[in-house]
């Protein structure tokens, strides 16, 4: 088992570099089943979801090369299995993409029911509603989804809901299906724009993606022989501004697209924190306690459901009484009791959590409940005063690439030990 032991108070100081988003990445791997044929794949997150998703794919009969760190060519013109490994697939979320993709691709596919974080009830109606009215079969049971699908044919579908994974996921299989695909209701994030671009560079036509109409017109074949370049992670940037506000430290955080990360930076300008916003990289600092505010995540743009419990973390010292509502999952609270071995004070009921503010959080052993509670546990860590042990580091792993490293490079005193 591994730990993370930071001491802290720390006020970060510094640069970090962001990577690719895992969002992004988990729906574009998958996305390459699509094409009969090689591509390339840079600024990918070395993260272990994407690590699980490059095995699954070569278990299907993908040729995966590393070409450093965060690059990879695939070449997916021997995919010879409709099976994907059902241990593997129910390890994590984003294994859904697999059904929209090998429905695109062959016309049918088995996966394990996905997995991931447990942050309340996930179901995938919405998905399934999708294929159906794109002409596919789907049958859930005993723990697996099988989908088949003679010819897809397009529809026009309107998503009940706003989600993110049937949004990508219907847009998979729509992107071969003949006609022209029409989703109302769609999500709007900007992994969703990234999975549009990568299909449309691949040869496909889909116009819309970032609003809330996205328009597939069905093309007969998708071509490889292109480099795709995954958006930066605006979850991963705004973990390190919102480290910057609780920890009273000065960061520039570079490689992103501060567009993308509007509804944190008014946050943040609203609670006292200070903002340099140059395009590409953005600077947050602030040395004071930060005021009360509150706070309801909705979808993009929004303020994020991925980005709660690090904005959990700030308004645990705040000046004041702060409110968070969560609009999206049933069970992102949870970090609210760790915080509270650290000494908030916060009670959570339900969907909200209220925040009374303290002066400051002491170090406590604590025990990362989902990925991003993982990262606001370490900005905790890094704020509060004495020593902070972080457990439970596989939901940290799966998706922040070399996280304490990066916390390190701005000056905190974290350690990964292996017990
Ligand atoms: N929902 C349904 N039916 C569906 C699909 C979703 O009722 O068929 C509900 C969900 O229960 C939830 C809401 O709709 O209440 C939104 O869910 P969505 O489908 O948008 O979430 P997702 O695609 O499963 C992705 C991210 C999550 C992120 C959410 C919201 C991936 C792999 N995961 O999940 O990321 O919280 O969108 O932005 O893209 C994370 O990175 O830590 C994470 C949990």
Not at 177 to 192: L, R, Y
Not at 289 to 311: A, E, H, V
């Amino acid at each position: 088992m591994e730990k993370l032991i930071i001491t802290g108070p720390t006020p970060l100081k510094g640069e970090v570099e962001i990577n690719g988003a895992k969002n992004a990445a988990v729906a574009i791997l998958p996305a390459t089943l699509l094409i009969d044929g090689v591509c390339t794949i840079n600024n990918l997150p070395n993260i272990s979801d994407v690590q699980i998703l490059c095995k699954i794919l070569e278990e299907m009969g993908a040729k995966i090369t590393w070409n450093n760190n965060n690059e990879i060519t695939i070449d997916t013109r021997n995919i010879n299995k409709t099976q994907a490994p059902l241990d593997l697939t129910s390890k994590f979320r984003a294994s859904y993409y697999l059904i929209g993709a090998m429905l695109g691709r062959t016309g049918e596919i088995q996966v394990g029911m996905p997995g991931g974080c447990k942050l309340g009830a996930r179901p995938i109606d919405q998905h399934i509603k999708g294929f159906e009215l794109l002409g596919a079969d789907v049958i859930v049971e005993k723990g697996t989804i099988t989908a088949k699908a003679k010819c897809l044919h397009s529809n026009s579908i309107y998503m009940d809901i706003v989600s993110v994974g049937a949004t990508i996921n219907v847009m998979l299989a729509a992107v071969l299906a003949k006609g022209t695909t029409i989703i109302d209701n769609a999500a709007k994030e900007p992994h969703i724009v990234d999975v549009a671009n990568f299909l449309n560079t691949m040869g496909a036509d889909i116009r819309g993606a970032g609003t809330d109409v996205i328009k597939i017109n069905g093309v007969e074949k998708l071509h490889g022989d292109a480099t795709y370049s995954v958006v930066p992670d605006q979850i991963e940037a705004g973990t390190f501004m919102l480290a910057a506000m609780a920890s009273k430290g000065d960061v520039l955080i570079k490689n992103c697209i501060t567009k993308h990360l509007e509804s944190i930076t008014a946050k943040i300008v609203e609670i006292g924190g200070n903002v340099e916003d140059n395009g590409d990289s953005i600077r947050v600092w602030y040395n004071k306690r930060p005021n009360k505010s509150n706070i309801k995540t909705l979808p993009y743009p929004g303020f994020p459901t991925d980005l709660q419990p690090q904005m959990g973390v700030v308004l645990a010292t705040a000046n004041g009484t702060s409110i968070i509502n969560e609009s999206i999952w049933e069970s992102r609270f949870q970090y609210t009791a760790e915080l509270n071995k650290m000494g908030a004070n916060i009670t959570a009921q339900g969907k909200s959590a209220i925040f009374e503010g303290v002066d400051e959080l002491f170090g406590a052993p604590v025990y990362s409940t989902d990925l991003r509670a993982g990262a606001a546990l370490i900005i905790a860590g890094v704020s509060a005063n004495g020593i902070t042990e972080v457990y439970n580091l596989q939901y940290i792993d799966r998706g922040y690439e070399n996280i304490e490293e990066k916390f390190r490079k701005l000056g905190a005193n974290i350690q990964r030990i292996k017990e």
